[in-house]
C-alpha cells in the first residue's frame, strides 16, 4: 500500500479510536485527554503490538512513523499557541505572593526528589552519551510539571473558579507553567551543548528573544486588537498571518536551540487579551488542532511506549518509586507550602492534588526527552504511566477532599446581585444553620433555553405559592431554583477555560434575570433565585444538586430526544432514573391560563403527587377548578382517595372544596377517557402509571401515549418518597 494512502488510514483509526475512549473516560469522569493518551498507548506495541504483531506492523510500519511525526509536531506547534493564548495574566492577580511561594516550592521538593532519584536511574536507565546534568534536569522537570489546561478543566467542571481554591490553584499552576516551561528550556539547552557552561549561550539568546516578543511583537499585535476591535471579525488574511507567525516564531526557538513549541508558546503568551479576539481565534484554531492533530501525536507516543520494557519485578519497583516521588514530591511540597502561607488544612490538601495534574503537558516534555536522547524508551514509558496515574487520580481525590456540598460555602466575594443559591438565606451558613433556614418547599427548575420555559417557570413559581402563605413575611418558606447548567461537551475547549466560562455564566445569568422579570411577578423575586454552574453531565449534576439542596420536587420541561420518539426518554428520562427526589415533566401545549386543572387518580403514589401538586395549584387561586377522574373499567368501581388526601381535601375551606369534583367515569381504556377529559382542561396532572400509559418498564422503554394525545398541557409525576411529607403544606396559612 502506498505510504500516503497508508498514512491516511493510520490517521482515520487513530481519530476514531481517541474519541470512542477519550468519550468512556469522560463516562467515569475522567478528563477526556487521558482516555485519548490511552488509545494513543493501545495502538502501540504495549497492546496492538502485543496481541496482532503481524497488522501492527502492516499498519503502523517503520516507513510511516516518520510522517506521523510531522503531523504531530505540527499539532504540538499550535497546542502550545493556543495554552500561551489562554493563559490569561487576570490569573496571576489573586493572592500572586502567595502563589508564588507556593508554587516554587512545589516545583522545588519534586524536582530536588527528582534529582536525588537521577543518581539511582541514570546508571540503569541511561547511557555514557548522555550527561548525567542533562538527564538529572529533564527528570527533576518531568517530576514538577503541572498541567495547566487540564487543571483548568478540572477546576471548571467542579465550579470551582469562583472560590478562594480554584484561583488560587490557577495562579499557582499559572506561575509554575511559566517556570516549569523556562525549567525545560534549560534544560533543552544544557542537553544540546552537553554543559551548562555550554548552555549559556542558548540561554542569553532566549532570553533576548523573550523580551523581543513581549514588547515589539506586543506592540504589533496590540495594533492589531484595536483593527479587530474596530471591524468585529478576524479575517481570512489576519487569521494568516497570525498562523505564520506561529510556524515563524516556533522556527526561531528551533534554531535558538530550545525547541519549535516555546516559539509558539511565546506568540500565544503575547498575544493581548481582548476577549473577543481571543474567543475567535481559539474557536478557529483548537477545533482542527484536538480533534485531528493532537491524537496523532498521543498515537505517535503510543508508538513510542513499550510497557512490555517493565518485565521483571525490580523495573515494576522502580516505577513505583518514579510514581511515588511524583505524588508525594508534588503534593507534599504544595501542601506544606501553602500551609506555611496560612492556607486552611482541607484546602492545602486539595490543591496539592490539583497541582499534581500532569497529563498531556507531561507528555510533550517526555516525548521531547525521548527525541534528544535524554529519556530512554525505558524511563519515557516509566513517565507515562505516572503522567496517566497522577492525572486520573486527580479528580476523585479532589471530590474526597473538597466535597461539592462545601463548594458553595466558599465562594470568594460574591456580591448581591450574583444570582446563583448563595444568594439565598442559606448562603454562608454553617450546615447545621442552614438545615435551619432551609424553605419549606423547594422547587428545582432545569431550564435549558431561557427563551422557550417561561411557562414551565410560571408553573413552578404557581406550585410554591401556596407552601409561602399567599405573601408576606412567609416567602421565605418557599424556594423556586431556576437551574442552567452549561454543559462542556469538548475536552480543553477554549469556552471551559475559567475566565471564559464566567463571562458564559454572566450571560446565562442575564438571560435568566428577564425570564424572571418576564413573569411580571414582583414578589417572585423573593424566592426566585437562579442556580447556573458548568458541568460535563447536565442529568447527573441535576440530581446531585436536587439531592445536595434538599429538593422536594424537579420540574423539568419536555424535550424529544436526538434519536428516540419517547417523550419520557433522553436526558428526562435520564433526570428520572438517577433523581432521588419527586420529579414532573411538564409538556407545555401553549395555555397561559392553568383554571380548569384535571387529574386522573389511580390510586398509587405517583398520582398521590400528582393530586398533591394540582391541590397546591387550587388553593393558590379562587378562579381554579379541580376534577379528580377515576375511571371504572369493567364495571368496577373506580379507585378511591388514599387517607392522608381525604384528611387533606375535609380541612380545606368550603370555598375551596367546592372548587374540586370527583367523578367516576366507566371506559374500557382509561387512557381515552383521560384524553376526552383533557379536552376541557387547561393543564393534566398524571402520574408515571401503567393506567395512564406512561410507565418505565424493566428494559428501559416508556410509553407514553398520553403525553401524545393530551389536548391540555401535562404535568407528568414521578414519586421517589412514598411517605408524603408536604400534604399540609397545601393548606392556606391562618
Known amino acids: 500500500m502506498p505510504i500516503p494512502i497508508l498514512v491516511l488510514l493510520e490517521v482515520l483509526i487513530v481519530i476514531g479510536l481517541s474519541r470512542l475512549v477519550g468519550l468512556g473516560f469522560r463516562a467515569i469522569k475522567q478528563p477526556q485527554v487521558i482516555g485519548e493518551i490511552v488509545a494513543g498507548i493501545m495502538l502501540g506495541p504495549s497492546l496492538f503490538g502485543l496481541v496482532a504483531p503481524d497488522l501492527a506492523t502492516a499498519l503502523f510500519p517503520a516507513e510511516a512513523v516518520p510522517f506521523l511525526n510531522v503531523l504531530s509536531e505540527v499539532g504540538l506547534i499550535f497546542f502550545m499557541f493556543l495554552i500561551g493564548l489562554e493563559l490569561n495574566p487576570k490569573y496571576l492577580k489573586s493572592n500572586l505572593d502567595i502563589a508564588i511561594l507556593t508554587s516554587h516550592v512545589s516545583i522545588l521538593v519534586p524536582f530536588s526528589l527528582g534529582s536525588l532519584l537521577a543518581l539511582l536511574l541514570y546508571p540503569i536507565v541511561s547511557n555514557n552519551s548522555v550527561s548525567f546534568t542533562a538527564f538529572a534536569l529533564f ?408 439531592e445536595i439542596d434538599r429538593a422536594d420536587l424537579i420540574l423539568v420541561g419536555w424535550h424529544r430526544p436526538t434519536f428516540s420518539s419517547n417523550r419520557l426518554g433522553g436526558r428526562v428520562g435520564q433526570i428520572l432514573s438517577n433523581a432521588k427526589v419527586d420529579v414532573a415533566i411538564f409538556v407545555d401545549r401553549g395555555q397561559e391560563r392553568l383554571n380548569n386543572l384535571l387529574v386522573p387518580y389511580a390510586a398509587n403514589i405517583h398520582d398521590d403527587l400528582g393530586l398533591e401538586l394540582a391541590l397546591r395549584l387550587l388553593v393558590n387561586s379562587e378562579e381554579r377548578r379541580l376534577t379528580v377522574l377515576r375511571v371504572a373499567v369493567d364495571g368496577e368501581s373506580g379507585n378511591e382517595l388514599s387517607y392522608d388526601f381525604q384528611r387533606v381535601i375535609e380541612q380545606l375551606p368550603v370555598e375551596v372544596r367546592s372548587r374540586i369534583e370527583t367523578p367516576i367515569v366507566e371506559a374500557a381504556e382509561p387512557i381515552q377517557a383521560v384524553v376526552a377529559a383533557s379536552a376541557n382542561a387547561d393543564l393534566t396532572i398524571a402520574g408515571t402509571s401503567r393506567e395512564w400509559g406512561i410507565e418505565r418498564q424493566t428494559l428501559g422503554q416508556y410509553t407514553d401515549e398520553l403525553a401524545v394525545q393530551c389536548h391540555s398541557s401535562l404535568l407528568i409525576a414521578r414519586c421517589y418518597v412514598k411517605v408524603r411529607s408536604h400534604l399540609a403544606s397545601v393548606l392556606p396559612q391562618r
Open 139 to 546: 527528570l527533576g522537570a518531568a517530576m514538577s510539571i503541572t498541567a495547566f489546561p487540564v487543571l483548568a478543566r478540572i477546576i471548571t467542571e467542579h465550579n470551582l473558579q469562583n472560590t478562594k481554591l480554584g484561583t488560587l490553584a490557577l495562579t499557582c499552576a499559572a506561575v509554575d507553567d511559566v517556570t516549569a516551561w523556562c525549567l525545560l528550556a534549560v534544560a533543552i539547552a544544557v542537553t544540546r551543548t552537553n554543559s551548562m557552561i555550554g548552555a549559556l549561550p542558548t540561554i542569553i539568546e532566549s532570553l533576548i528573544y523573550i523580551g523581543f516578543m513581549l514588547t515589539v511583537v506586543r506592540w504589533f499585535l496590540q495594533r492589531l486588537s484595536k483593527q479587530y476591535n474596530r471591524t468585529g471579525r478576524l479575517t481570512q488574511l489576519v487569521l494568516s498571518g497570525i498562523y505564520m507567525g506561529v510556524v515563524a516564531s516556533a522556527l526561531i526557538t528551533e534554531l535558538i536551540g530550545i525547541h519549535l513549541i516555546f516559539g509558539a508558546f511565546l506568540l500565544g503568551a503575547a498575544m493581548p487579551k481582548n476577549a473577543g479576539l481571543t474567543r475567535e481565534l481559539a474557536e478557529k484554531t483548537e477545533d482542527f488542532v484536538l480533534i485531528f492533530l493532537l491524537p496523532i501525536f498521543f498515537a505517535y507516543s503510543g508508538l513510542r511506549t513499550q510497557i512490555g520494557l517493565l518485565n521483571s519485578p525490580e523495573l515494576w519497583l522502580l516505577c513505583a518509586a518514579v510514581l511515588g516521588v511524583a505524588i508525594i514530591g508534588k503534593y507534599v511540597g504544595t501542601y506544606v507550602a501553602a500551609r506555611v502561607c496560612g492556607i486552611s488544612n482541607r484546602e492545602a490538601s486539595a490543591l496539592g492534588w490539583l497541582m499534581n495534574t500532569r497529563g498531556l503537558t507531561e507528555l510533550i516534555v517526555l516525548n521531547i526527552g525521548l527525541s534528544l536522547g535524554v529519556v530512554s524508551p525505558l524511563l519515557f514509558t516509566m513517565l507515562v504511566i505516572m503522567a496517566l496515574v497522577t492525572t486520573f487520580m486527580t479528580s476523585p481525590l479532589l471530590e474526597w477532599t473538597y466535597p461539592k456540598r462545601l463548594i458553595r460555602l466558599d465562594i470568594s466575594e460574591v456580591n448581591s446581585e450574583d444570582s446563583e443559591l448563595e444568594d439565598s438565606p442559606i448562603a454562608g451558613s454553617s450546615e447545621e444553620t442552614a438545615n435551619k433556614l432551609l424553605p419549606t418547599y423547594r422547587i428545582l427548575v432545569p431550564v435549558a433555553n431561557p427563551s422557550t420555559q417561561k411557562g414551565l417557570l410560571r408553573l413552578a413559581v404557581a406550585l410554591a405559592q401556596p407552601a409561602a402563605g399567599m405573601g408576606g413575611e412567609d416567602l421565605q418558606s418557599a424556594a423556586v431554583h431556576p437551574l442552567s447548567l452549561i454543559e462542556l461537551n469538548d475536552d480543553y475547549a477554549f469556552e471551559s477555560t475559567p475566565a471564559e466560562a464566567d463571562r458564559i455564566i454572566q450571560e446565562r445569568r442575564s438571560k435568566l434575570s428577564e425570564l424572571i422579570d418576564s413573569l411580571e411577578l414582583s414578589e417572585a423575586r423573593k424566592f426566585v433565585h437562579p442556580i447556573i454552574r458548568v458541568t460535563n453531565d447536565v442529568a447527573r449534576e441535576t440530581a446531585q444538586i436536587a
